[in-house]
């Protein structure tokens, strides 16, 4: 078997040379020639564990064979904090494509001129791969690493600007920034509004971090999907104002995942918000096909979408909190409904408010102990608050602004 480090591509291909993954894909064309459902799903089960296991050689590939040595690299700056910090993806390696581009953090260097995301950068890099403590109970960051897709780390040696301009989205942060900076809450307000918490103080971190609120001030599914809802909201009440002929039922479902697919763009692609994109996606596509899939079934195949999407994803704490929590709630709604009585709507506003958090905590109790090894009695009165307030407040104002 020829070793990685001396293929001379740098790209999916190299990593299937392996005599076990052509053994595997052979097994798979012989199982579809058996005129059996049974073999047909053995094979197609088959094709899905090898197309998780490239995608987990993938993900570690880089961090086994690129520290061997400095690299010649050309690297696309994806997020900086404006000073010794700079988030990238390494797009080509000597001179070669690589595909899927790695993504690596730069740490502790100022860079030779102005750095914003967008710009390509010709760089002599000395990488290391992320690892982690081995503390029990403690943060797992080569987990999270390699969840967000930023298997390495390291510094420049050398770096040259190949394309010093900026994107358009950091075109448009640079100038929302300017708008922004007369009002004390800027910092919130991006991190509200465009998931960018790099900015804030040190102070407003703990506060969060504190009283288990720090979640609100990353864009995720509940950012998305609310913009989803609320394109298709303001599409339908413009559909009132058209002839009747020219009304589609479909029209404001479309509207409202463009928005989503716009949003998340507009807000860096974070895994959370592109993961929602595709269980959007998933949905609208089941919706316009006309199918009546239960609750559970839905939930399936968006998750079966997100997992094939990015089948690292799987190790991603985000993933099971959101897939367990959205799991909770088809549960608890379907075995222990919202109370119905004849309240005021404040009171039956207040009781259902109660109820949906009493299910998400309780439902979600063994997984969280599971993953951070403990609860926080102050967190689940904070979000109590603060979640329906930031989510029906504060986020719709930051938008529609």
Not at 156 to 166: E, M, Y
Not at 187 to 210: F, N, P, W, Y
Request: aromatic share 10%.
């Amino acid at each position: 078997m020829r070793s990685m480090r001396h293929t001379s591509t740098y790209d999916i291909a190299s990593i299937t040379r392996h005599a076990d993954s052509r053994g595997a894909i052979c097994l798979v064309c012989l199982l579809c020639l058996i005129p059996h459902h049974y073999a047909r799903y053995a094979a197609l089960s088959l094709l899905f564990f090898l197309w998780g296991t490239l995608a987990a050689r993938q993900a570690i590939w880089a961090g086994n064979v690129l520290p061997a040595s400095t690299q010649e690299a050309t690297v696309v700056i994806t997020a900086t904090d404006h000073m010794t910090t700079h988030y990238g993806r390494i797009t080509q390696l000597r001179g070669k494509p690589l595909f899927p581009a790695v993504g690596i953090v730069l740490y502790g260097q100022y860079l030779p001129t102005e750095v914003c995301a967008g710009q390509q950068w010709a760089m002599t890099l000395k990488v290391r791969a992320v690892h982690g403590q081995l503390n029990e109970g403690g943060f797992d960051s080569q987990r999270y690493a390699l969840a967000q897709h930023q298997p390495l780390t390291g510094r420049f040696l050398q770096a040259k600007a190949i394309n010093p301009t900026c994107s358009l989205r950091a075109r448009y942060l640079a100038s929302l920034r300017a708008t922004l900076a007369p009002y004390p809450w800027q910092q919130v307000i991006l991190a509200l509004g465009m998931g960018e918490r790099g900015a804030m103080s040190q102070d407003i971190k703990a506060v969060m971090r504190e009283t288990g609120t720090a979640h609100l001030m990353a864009i995720s599914g509940l950012h998305i999907a609310f913009a989803a809802l609320l394109a298709a909201g303001l599409i339908r009440g413009g559909q009132l104002f058209l002839p009747v002929r020219w009304i589609r039922w479909q029209t404001p479902l479309l509207g409202g995942i463009v928005c989503a697919m716009f949003y998340a763009w507009l807000t860096g692609l974070q895994p959370p918000a592109l993961r929602t994109v595709a269980a959007l996606s998933v949905w609208g596509g089941l919706k316009l096909s006309g199918r009546q899939w239960s609750g559970w079934q839905v939930w399936c195949c968006c998750l079966a979408a997100i997992i094939f999407a990015d089948p690292v994803a799987v190790i991603s704490q985000s993933l099971w909190l959101s897939a367990f929590a959205v799991a909770g709630l088809l549960f608890w709604y379907q075995w222990f409904p919202a109370p119905n009585g004849n309240f005021p709507w404040s009171i039956r506003w207040l009781l259902n408010l109660l109820h949906l958090q009493a299910g998400i905590t309780l439902l979600l109790l063994p997984l969280q102990v599971a993953l951070f090894h403990g609860i926080s009695v102050t967190a689940m009165l904070a979000n109590l608050f603060a979640v329906p307030w930031v989510t029906f407040v504060t986020v719709p104002l930051i938008l529609a602004a």
